[in-house]
């Protein structure tokens, strides 16, 4: 009876170990899709008409992006606010469907905004970015002197099934 007992206990343990198994294997859905990104933008004032950029990416998601300006406004403490629409493209000639966004700052000297909290979220696009998702923060400098910007994005992009 007792030899019964412990073939029973062990089958029990063999069996929860499979399913403590399995469901780490698998983990929580919405991790199981997503990945961290990362890269580089460097675009030009102007670039392709009045408040505007136009430029290059580089990482995760390489390809080319234009900035609309939609607007700017300077709070009473000196923080800039810039409504912006974006407008990407992949190397691979995929688009990424970019929400409008605010890019916040502070002038660090004349004509040069440090970007310090800059959200942006991706909804959507072409090809295999039709159901991805993603949110990055960026970060750098928009130098109005020259015409120059540098950001750098990090953040996490979700592909839907």
Known sequence: MRLLSTNKSVSVLAAMVILIATASAQGPASE???????GY??????GFGPNT???????DLTGAVGVEILGLTTGPNGLVDL??????????????????????GVYVAPGL??????QVHLSGGTGRYQNATGD????GEADFNTGHIALRFTGQLCHGK
């Open 32 to 38: 199981a899709n997503c990945q961290p990104i990362g």
């Open 113 to 118: 905004l440090a970007v310090t909290n800059y």
């Open 41 to 46: 933008v460097s675009t030009n004032v102007n």
């Open 83 to 104: 409504t912006v629409q974006h407008h990407w493209v992949t190397v691979t000639g995929e688009t990424l469907a970019i929400d409008q966004a605010h890019a916040y």
């Open 136 to 139: 990055m923060n960026v970060i």
């Open 53 to 59: 950029t136009m430029g290059t990416v580089a990482g």
